[in-house]
Structure formats: structure tokens, C-alpha cells
């Protein structure tokens, strides 16, 4: 469903000296399966998922997403796809602030109607979070907003949630009950999650390797 | 495509547009204040100066001349088309009551027999009392009375020329009136006290009076009172005028620093927001359709609220210090409401393009990649 055929990034285009965050990276990423990117900090696997996820544009290469080529789809477009069909999980939870959680969740959708609200507050009671649907970010903990950022990523349905590193901030506990929410997805959504954290890894589908912007290795 | 109008709450941060909204009420009730004082020294000046002054002209050089010359000059006058009596009088500049300006109230004294033409000429209504009988009489414009009973001569008028006088409380009110114009008027017998030739003219004539005595004047010796006299009254609303214009416009000029430097620190604030927003599919033209909207009601209500500041302050201010010392405030003029909307929307037109240009330009990926 999600390919990326030859891609690669360079730091600064521009300058005589080539320096790749990426290189000739190819990946068939496949519907319902959960995949960890593996690798450690500076390895280029934040680069690969913003590449994936349309956030950045390769050096060269395609990025294919059922069959349409994303790289050469205007800003509009591109905006489009991960509105509808994309989830983002970052490693920041950047819930705003001065909006409650229930009208966090409601921002990838941006409706008010009635059956979105009923589809958040469910999303949100599922991830034990119903009894604080009228807080604010800031009253909660780190690991209570990470999963107000998980059932944010899951409101549209999404084909593909791509996790930047969502465990990072967390502490061990909160890490691992993120885990179990994304794992329950198998099946249903793609995940594609990245974690220098070989433990996250554990339940994946496939753990893709990257070692100095190369995939060095996958394994099932 | 996904609904993207319905959710009213995206973009629309309560919390940072109320201290922005009061800054800038606050200051469009101070530019509403600030205008409301311009026109009343307008309106005033329109009135003591401008209305009077088409009434009366003094034309006599303070140079005595004999009476023959006083005479032949005095039939020779009241023969230019417009011309409806000459008289004998001192004409003199009281200070105005308006707290801010002199804005020279003229008064007047003349001889007895004369009153009754002074007194049609600006039309003198609902009079009340005597007309005055000697020098120490006045008959005042009813405006002015509370001011002359609240003892605030030092508002009425101190010395500020040898032409000005100082309305104190030593002269008796003879009677009251109301009318075009406003004066104070004074008798005097004795004809030496009475330095000018005083042309009562029709109003709508003043222009061509005014070439006949221009052109008349150059034959003749000294012609400083009429050429001070002329030149106070066409430049005196013109430099108020002038006057208020810088004000607003430095006051203006203050308000965009100010709330934009505000707007500025609250979009820039919202770096995370926006970028986090972009990532997750939102265009750059909702985004800057938002915040513009954001923008709007900012405006709008620090529009709205500082109009009604405005008014409720000068309500007050005219109830608590005017009223009572006889100064008349004007309490509205279209102006309160066009002068404050320009600003406005110049506000408004500036945010807008600044806001396009930042989204515009917003590195979201890398304000993602740093965030994270």
C-alpha cells in the first residue's frame, strides 16, 4: 500500500559536499501489519517516516501511496491525503493548550457534530481517559496526554499511524501501556513506529533497521 | 474532502485574544476620548470664532484719527455691498471656556443706541434680563453662564494679549441670550473707549466684504487689528484641525506598534500549533483563514468595546467636570465611529498580511523536527 522506491535525502542539496541523511532506501510497507523502525539517535529514521508520511520531500526517489505517486502531488493535495487517511503520533503529544481534550481529539476531523463527538469521547474512554474529557493538556500527565495524541491519531480512521518516537518521553510503565494501544491496532490500521528503544519492538510485524541513513537490516 | 468550517474552536485561543482585545479597546476609547475633544475645540471655535466673526468685523487701526477722518471712513465703510451697520465698539478676545484652548470668544461693547443692531445682528434668542447699560454689565450667552457662575475665570480668560481680556466675576450679568453666535456684550458711553469701527455684516456677504476691505486697506496706514484679526480666525481651525490630525495619527501610530507587537508575540507563540496542525494535513490557507478570523474578532471587539469606553468615559468626564463649569463637551460625532474604524482596518489589513506571509513561510517539518 505505502512504497518507497530509491529514496534518498541529503542534508544541504546545495553544497559541493554531499552528506545523506538517507540513502537508496526501499520499503514495501503492506496494509494492517505494524512495523518498528529501529535505530539509534541520528540514524535517519525519524527522516524515513517524515519521508513516508509526505511531512518531508525525498532528494529523489518516490513515495507511493495505492498507487499514487505522493512526491509529485501539490501542497494542497498532499495536505489532503494525510488529513484523511494519515495518523501522526510525535514523541511531543502537541495537544493545544487552551482546548479541552475532547476538542483535541476533535482537530483532525475539525467537526463538532454529534457522532464525532460520541466517536472521541468513545475513543477517549477506551484509552481510560472518560472521566477527564474536559481537561486541559496541562493538567494531565505525560502519559495521559501521549494517549489523548493516540485517540487524536485514531479519530479520522487512518490507514497508516506513523508514531515518532511516542514511548521516548515516557517512563517505563506509561511506554509500555502506549505500546499495547498501538499493538491492539494490528490488523485493522498500519503502524509504522519509530523507537531506538529495540524493547518497543517486541510485538512488530517487521523491525526495519537503520543504521547511518541505510536500512541495514529487516526482520520478522 | 473532510468538513473543515464546522469546528469553531480550532485556531480560536480565548484565552491570549482577551489581554489583546483590552489593550486595544482601551486604546480606541482614548483615541474616541482624544476626538471627542478635538471636535468640541472645533465645534466651538466654529462657533465663538468663525460665526462671530462673520457678523462682526473690527476695522479700525488703533491709530486715533479725528473725528472728521473717523467719520468719512465710518460712511465710506457702510456703503460696501453686505455691509448692514458700522459702530463704534472695543472688540476684544476672552479666552474660551474650553479647558484646552483659547479659542476666543469675542466681547463686545458698544454704545447704548448701538444694542439693538448688535442684537439682531447674531440673532439673539430667548433673551432674558437687560440689555447692559455700562461697562461693568455684560449680557452673556446662556452656555456661558454656568461657566461665569462657577467662578472659573481663569478658564474663561486670563490676559494673553493686549486684544484679551479677563472675564472675572466682577461684572454683573446683565441678562442672558441665546443665539448664532456667541459673544459677551458690554456698554460703554464714553466714545473714546471705543477704539474700532465695528462692520455688522450679513454672513453670506463675507467674502466680498472681505476683498473690499482687503483691497481698501492697503491705501491705509496701519491695518494690524484687521490683518491679526483675519489671520487668528482663517488659521486658528486650520491648525486645530491640523493639531488633531498628528495626535490621532501618532496615537495611531502607537496602537498598530503595540497590538501588533501583541498579535506578533501570540502568533509566534503558536509556532508548535501551527507546525503540529500542517503536519497532521491542515493547508496553509486554513490555517491563515483561522487566524485571520482570530484576528477579526479581535478588531471587531476591541472596536466595539473601546467605542463604548469611549463614550461611557466622556459621558462621565461631561457630567463630572464640563457640565459643572459650563464647558460644552460634544458627546458624539460620526467621527467616534469612521476615525477609530480606519484604524481599524488598517490593523486588520496589516495582521492579515502579516499572518499569510508567516504561515506562509513557517518551516513546520523543521519546527517539528526540532520540537521533537
Redesign the interface.
Known sequence: MLKLNNISLLYDEDKEEKTYALRNINLNIEYGKFYGILGPSGSGK?SLL?IAST??KPSTGTVTYDGKDLTQLE??EI??????E?G?I???H?L?P??NIL?NV????????IEDVEKAKELLNSLGLGSKLKKKSYELSGGQCQRVAIARALI?NPKVIFA??ATASLDHKNAGEVMEILNRLKGDTTVLFVTHDKSMTKDSDEVIEIWDGAIRGSSI | ??????????LF????ILPIIIILALQIGVIVFMLSIGVSLIDELDFNLINTSKVFIPVLPETKLSADERNKLKDELQHIDGVNGVVDASYNNARSKMIFFGCGTSKISVQNKDMILIQNAVGMKNISGELPNNSNEIMISTLNLNAFNSNIEYKIGRYSSENSFDLKQDYIVSGTFEGDSNIYLSAEENLEKLPYLMLIINPDKYQEVDLVLTSKYKTLENNRSYKNYKGFKQNAKTMMSLLGVIAISVFSFGIWISVMNLMKNNIMARK??FS??????????YISKRVFIELFVIMLSGYIVGILMGEIALVIFNSRYCIPTGILFTLWDNMFVSIPALVILFLLLNGYLSVNRYIGKLDW?SA??E??
Open positions: 525519524s517524515y511531512l518531508k501542497d494542497e495536505s489532503e491525503v494525510r488529513l484523511n494519515f501522526f510525535f514523541q511531543k502537541f493545544i487552551y482546548m476538542e476533535l482537530v483532525p476531523l475539525n467537526s463538532n457534530k479520522n515518532d518516537e | 474532502m473532510k468538513p473543515l468550517n464546522n469546528f469553531r474552536n480550532i485561543n480565548k484565552n491570549r508548535n500549533e503540529f496542525l500542517r503536519s497532521i494535513g491542515y493547508s496553509k490557507k517539518v517539528m523536527e520540537t521533537a
